[in-house]
């Protein structure tokens, strides 16, 4: 427990931490980084150069000094950091490092505002805080790997097979080297593959979402490619590129929490934009596979008919289902946007909705959503890369 003093000082920090909070994780990572260069094989380089990795944990440090008084509330948020962590495979090992660097980056930022009094509150509340996460992760390695298939940190998988999708959207099928069973994963969970990139000097991760239902036998993955001028581009362009059946990555095991639940029988809507049709392709099957009488519809936006995956999968699934609705709407051929009018057409009414795509399109949908009345317990959403604030109307 934190002495009431530690909570008072830490509390009385918030609002610094929110002006300067992106400013203090900048210096962290830049000085952590030169103390520990090999941490760089587990961070995403992209992230790093778009300031999008300091921006979510100067988000998380701020959230834990406005709840240090109560940290129960930001468990939600520490599990789902944690499910990130556990699919990089970060230890506690790794904790003491991090809460060396971002106290040294609170004195360096604040200077002489940082007294001994706030630097010493702030290390007794890391402490606590790192307790929580080391404690939630290693409850999710042991979960993750007490499954029959399950293992802890990075596995060595083989490209089996390589199917392109679209113009942009290849799909790799991924299989144990050692010929291992794979284990079950719940639909909509993800994966990070670990590569070596030729004139890269470290490892490179990415996440990607598994786009077909569990089936014990392989992973697929489908990655968009991007621009090759882009840093966040490396990964899927060496993919794309030079990665081929019969070539190893590495991989951890399905981790995440944006999910659907197999066993609800109640209707259910997909609402998704470009990439972000991959996790739904697994929730999709899922229900199509298990749950082939629930009400079901797949709303999807693209620009164009050839940027469109998967549709004859879509459809050849349909074909079983008793009660489900597909529309595609493209943006460059007349067709449109998905809209408010859209979504109330083919949403369907008292049902869950999951919504994935840029951060921009899940805005829209969102505040859509709840405009038209649809309870906040009933939108699930995933973002690409860290966690960031969505700006929502009406949450």
Same mark, same amino acid.
């Given at each position: 427990?934190?002495?009431?003093?530690?909570?008072?000082?830490?509390?009385?920090t918030?609002?610094?931490?929110?002006?300067?909070?992106?400013?203090?994780?900048?210096?962290?990572?830049?000085?952590?980084?030169?103390a520990?260069?090999?941490?760089?094989?587990?961070?995403?380089?992209?992230n790093?150069?778009?300031?999008?990795?300091?921006?979510?944990?100067?988000?998380?440090?701020?959230?834990?000094a406005?709840?240090?008084?109560?940290?129960?509330?930001?468990?939600?948020?520490?599990?789902?950091?944690?499910?990130?962590?556990?699919?990089?495979?970060?230890?506690?090992?790794?904790y003491?490092?991090?809460?060396?660097?971002?106290?040294?980056?609170?004195?360096?930022?604040?200077?002489?505002?940082?007294?001994?009094?706030?630097?010493?509150?702030?290390?007794?509340?890391?402490?606590?805080?790192?307790?929580?996460f080391?404690?939630?992760?290693?409850?999710?390695?042991?979960?993750?790997?007490?499954?029959?298939?399950?293992?802890?940190?990075?596995?060595?998988?083989?490209?089996?097979?390589?199917?392109?999708?679209?113009?942009?959207?290849?799909?790799?099928?991924?299989?144990?080297?050692?010929?291992?069973?794979?284990?079950?994963?719940?639909?909509?969970?993800?994966?990070?593959?670990?590569?070596?990139?030729?004139?890269?000097?470290?490892?490179?991760?990415?996440?990607?979402?598994?786009?077909?239902?569990?089936?014990?036998?392989?992973?697929?993955?489908?990655?968009?490619?991007?621009?090759e001028?882009?840093?966040?581009?490396?990964?899927?362009?060496?993919?794309?590129?030079?990665? /081929?059946?019969?070539?190893?990555? &590495?991989?951890?095991? =399905? %981790?995440g929490?944006?999910? +659907?639940?197999? #066993?609800?029988?109640?209707?259910?809507?997909?609402?998704?934009g470009?990439?972000?049709?991959?996790p739904?392709?697994?929730?999709?099957?899922?229900?199509a596979?298990?749950?082939?009488?629930?009400?079901?519809?797949?709303?999807?936006?693209?620009?164009?008919?050839n940027?469109?995956?998967?549709?004859?999968?879509?459809?050849?699934?349909m074909?079983?289902?008793?009660?489900?609705?597909?529309?595609?709407?493209?943006?460059?051929?007349?067709?449109?946007?998905?809209?408010?009018?859209?979504?109330?057409?083919?949403?369907?009414?008292?049902?869950?909705?999951?919504?994935?795509?840029?951060?921009?399109?899940?805005?829209?949908?969102?505040?859509?959503?709840l405009?038209?009345?649809?309870? /906040?317990e009933?939108?699930?959403? &995933?973002?690409?890369? =860290? %966690?960031?604030?969505?700006? +929502?109307?009406? #949450?």
């Open positions: 427990m934190l002495s009431q003093k530690t909570i008072d000082i830490v509390k009385s918030a609002p610094v931490l929110e002006v300067h909070g992106v400013a203090i994780t900048t210096a962290f990572y830049k000085n952590m980084f030169e520990h260069p090999e941490l760089l094989n587990i961070f995403n380089h992209a790093q150069a778009k300031g999008r990795q300091q921006t979510a944990l100067a988000n998380t440090v701020y959230a834990a406005v709840h240090i008084d109560n940290l129960a509330a930001i468990i939600p948020v520490v599990k789902q950091i944690g499910q990130k962590h556990v699919s990089l495979g970060i230890k506690a090992e790794h003491p490092i991090v809460g060396e660097h971002l106290l040294g980056a609170i004195k360096e930022v604040l200077d002489d505002a940082a007294t001994d009094d706030i630097i010493n509150a702030w290390a007794e509340a890391y402490g606590v805080i790192a307790d929580a080391i404690g939630i992760e290693e409850e999710m390695y042991v979960a993750t790997e007490s499954k029959q298939g399950g293992w802890r940190f990075f596995k060595d998988f083989v490209v089996a097979d390589k199917v392109q999708e679209s113009d942009n959207i290849t799909s790799f099928y991924l299989k144990p080297v050692d010929g291992s069973m794979l284990p079950t994963y719940e639909p909509g969970q993800f994966i990070t593959i670990r590569v070596s990139i030729p004139g890269e000097k470290y490892l490179m991760n990415r996440q990607y979402s598994l786009s077909k239902a569990a089936d014990n036998e392989s992973f697929r993955i489908s990655v968009k490619k991007e621009d001028n882009n840093p966040e581009g490396k990964v899927s362009v060496h993919l794309h590129n030079n990665v /081929n059946v019969g070539d190893k990555v &590495e991989l951890t095991a =399905p %981790a929490d944006f999910v +659907l639940d197999p #066993a609800k029988t109640t209707p259910v809507t997909f609402v998704s470009g990439v972000g049709i991959t739904m392709m697994s929730m999709f099957e899922t229900v596979k298990n749950n082939p009488s629930r009400p079901v519809s797949f709303i999807y936006s693209a620009r164009n008919e940027l469109h995956p998967f549709d004859k999968d879509i459809r050849s699934l074909e079983n289902m008793d009660d489900a609705k597909y529309v595609t709407l493209y943006s460059e051929s007349g067709d449109g946007f998905i809209t408010k009018d859209v979504l109330k057409e083919y949403a369907i009414a008292n049902g869950d909705v999951y919504v994935c795509g840029p951060v921009g399109f899940m805005e829209a949908m969102i505040n859509y959503l405009e038209l009345g649809v309870p /906040n009933n939108i699930h959403y &995933e973002f690409f890369g =860290p %966690a960031m604030q969505l700006e +929502l109307a009406n #949450a």
